[in-house]
């Protein structure tokens, strides 16, 4: 885990020089707003397809659209939790999170950087496929419509 933590800080590192911001900005934008973002906005996607699908499901539909819903609601607390709970600069934000990454990770018997690798790597991965899995299942049951493409003249 150590070299996959040292990967990601390098990572970082690269991305914040290149952006002229400093280490600790472009981790807090990427760890916490960028993959919360994402995550948040891939939420009220399967919100509204699960609305979509709710109105007239039945069944098995009618379970599916209702997670959808539910997926769309934590989502939202969770990215406002987490906006609220790390707000200020970014090195208060930077700050605060590793405190919080040190608490829990002595609490769970696990270095800090087995929990952030945990936490923002796999962690983040596992949601976004299960995310994607959701709205997959969602517009197969035809709450989403299908893109629409131009025909040729």
């Not at 390098?10 to 914040?16: K, N, R, S, T, Y």
């Not at 002229?20 to 939420?43: A, D, K, P, R």
Request: charged share 15%; aromatic share 10%.
């Amino acid at each position: 885990m150590n070299g996959l933590f040292q990967a990601c800080c390098d990572f970082l590192q690269f991305a914040a020089d290149a952006c002229g911001c400093t280490y600790e900005e472009m981790s807090v934008f990427v760890n916490l707003h960028l993959q919360g973002g994402i995550l948040w906005l891939l939420g009220v996607a399967a919100a509204v397809a699960g609305w979509r699908l709710f109105r007239r499901a039945k069944g098995r539909s009618a379970v599916l659209a209702r997670v959808g819903l539910l997926d769309g609601a934590v989502s939202t607390i969770l990215f406002a939790w987490l906006l609220l709970h790390y707000r200020g600069g970014a090195a208060a934000a930077f700050d605060r999170c590793v405190d919080d990454l040190l608490r829990l990770s002595s609490a769970l018997g696990v270095t800090y950087r087995e929990l952030n690798i945990l936490i923002f790597v796999l962690g983040f991965l596992c949601v976004l496929v299960l995310q994607i899995a959701l709205l997959a299942a969602l517009r197969r049951r035809g709450s989403v419509p299908p893109a629409r493409t131009e025909e040729s003249p």
